[in-house]
């Protein structure tokens, strides 16, 4: 199913930022939109998989149909939230360029959405909060792969990005689409599709994004050459081989 491709896409690049001592090559904002968005991800589906109330007013406000959240998305929303910190506190611990910060569109994004979400709240149900959280999150996977994306196109290279995280997140991304899709036409109702917007727009948004990222890997920017990785050669190479043939005590008698 989409949850386990897109659960194991998360690893490759944690994995890559630990091999590397590196972030290099990684946008900052990515990582700030995937944090938040995930967040609010998580308490959307909590909400909606365990509150009766929000079940009830959902299937008040479309025609008595259950809403489409499964466990399945709960597991992903606090998996993925917890990888995302993971890989956020990387950031502040292995190696990166004085110009890799947060900009100001994503902050700027941040406290807006913050903003929305206390109007919305105070002014509002609870019903419509949550609905909120999950526009935020939508709005965070439209815009997420916008910086990475730019980063790739500025250096002319997607060294420090993992392609692996991006092939498991197309698969994520065609079967979540195709199991929305598939689920809501069992239930006789094509417009529920709509109803979960946020893995509808997930989906999309991942695809064309992905398409994207492959095209940049193997297409605009084919060269491999990672400094970091040579340095890291280097260093092995200079490194004293005790207990070879070479350094053995039996050499110096």
């Known amino acids: 199913t989409y949850f386990v491709a897109w659960s194991v896409s998360f690893y490759p690049q944690i994995i890559l930022n630990y091999r590397r001592k590196s972030v290099e090559g990684l946008s900052i904002d990515f990582l700030v939109y995937n944090v938040y ?68 569109i994503a ?46 196109y500025r250096r002319k290279s997607t060294v420090g990005w993992s392609i692996h995280n991006i092939i498991l997140d197309f698969a994520g991304g065609l079967l979540s689409f195709a199991q929305l899709v598939l689920d809501a036409a069992r239930s006789g109702n094509i417009a529920e599709a709509l109803g979960n917007p946020v893995k509808f727009g997930m989906g999309l948004a991942s695809i064309a994004f992905d398409l994207i990222f492959l095209t940049q890997h193997y297409v605009l920017y084919t060269d491999r050459y990672d400094p970091l990785k040579f340095e890291a050669q280097l260093r092995f190479q200079s490194m004293p081989n005790y207990g070879s043939a070479e350094n053995s005590d039996a050499d110096t008698i």
Request: with cysteine; net charge positive; charged share 15%.
């Open 107 to 152: 902050r700027t994004f941040f406290y807006l959405t913050l903003v929305g979400l206390a109007l919305v709240s105070t002014f509002s149900s609870v019903y419509n909060t949550v609905y909120f959280l999950s526009f935020v999150k939508l709005g965070c996977s439209m815009v997420k792969y916008v910086p990475q994306a730019w980063l790739n």
């Open 37 to 104: 968005g995930f967040a609010c991800y998580a308490i959307f589906n909590t909400a909606f998989y365990f509150s009766k109330s929000i079940g009830d007013e959902y299937a008040r406000r479309n025609d008595g149909h259950k809403n489409l959240v499964r466990f399945n998305d709960l597991f992903f929303s606090y998996h993925a939230l917890a990888l995302s910190l993971v890989t956020f506190t990387q950031s502040f611990y292995y190696k990166r360029s004085p110009t890799q910060r947060s900009s100001l």
